[in-house]
């Protein structure tokens, strides 16, 4: 089956500093999507991306569909303390599917 | 309002118990999703209901049980349940139009230790 693989699996950065994350597919994708999970609660939508080349920005968060349509980036600028947490990047493997793949996630420490 | 609820936050029960979780939504979407999610990993999924009608099961055993009653609501049924259960049951809906499946949101989540 499809896998997203996402780099890197973790990132340990200092308050301030900015932050890049991707995510590849070895097919493509129609959609991405990035959520953001803390401990213990549930994954959070970030942002969604649906077209090619496609840029798009939530705050201090940009997120970029590829122009592939097999891979999606994920840069946090000036993080904070609350930017801890698992970043998983997810898509539906085909259009009408129902069912997300999700990557391996990123975790992001922030060291004081 | 992008709110899924999910109740209890967290559960424990032993392995001849019955409980059920539940979920809700009041975003009018008629896609409903049960995951499990186990410490550092994605979210695994179990079932999809789509307009209140199972529409996929991800060979999940039968000690998990779904039911939709209404477009708002999504419950999972739990007996006889074994320690490897333990874990984060999720539940997220999305819309659904036209035969394609809108960004799904998650609920909070519970928290389901077996012993």
């Known amino acids: 089956g499809q896998q997203l693989n996402q780099s890197p699996q973790s990132m340990f950065i200092q308050e301030g500093e900015d932050v890049s994350m991707n995510c590849t597919s070895s097919?493509?994708?129609?959609?991405w999507l990035w959520y953001k999970q803390e401990p213990g609660e549930g994954p959070v939508l970030l942002i969604a991306?649906?077209?090619?080349?496609e840029l798009t920005s939530n705050g201090r968060l940009t997120a970029q569909f590829g122009i592939t349509r097999k891979d999606s980036f994920l840069n946090i600028s000036a993080s904070i303390p609350s930017d801890v947490g698992i970043y998983f990047c997810?898509?539906?493997?085909?259009?009408?599917?129902?069912?997300?793949?999700f990557g391996t996630g990123t975790r992001l420490t922030i060291i004081p | 309002d992008t709110e899924v609820t999910q109740t209890p936050k967290h559960l424990v029960m032993g392995m001849t118990n019955k409980k059920s979780l539940k979920c809700e939504q009041h975003?009018?979407?008629?896609?409903m999703y049960w995951y499990k999610q186990k410490a550092k990993k994605p979210p695994e999924l179990m079932f999809v209901y789509s307009y209140e009608k199972l529409s996929i099961n991800e060979s999940v055993p039968s000690r998990f049980s779904p039911e939709c009653p209404n477009s708002s609501l999504l419950n999972l049924h739990l007996h006889a349940l074994q320690p490897e259960d333990s874990a984060l049951y999720l539940c997220?809906?999305?819309?659904?139009?036209?035969?394609?499946?809108?960004?799904?949101?998650f609920g909070p989540g519970t928290r389901l230790t077996v012993t």
């Open positions: 097919s493509i994708f129609n959609t």
């Open positions: 991306l649906y077209k090619a080349g």
């Open positions: 997220a809906s999305s819309h659904t139009s036209g035969g394609a499946f809108g960004e799904q949101y």
């Open positions: 975003m009018g979407h008629r896609a």
């Open positions: 997810a898509g539906p493997p085909w259009f009408g599917n129902e069912k997300l793949t």
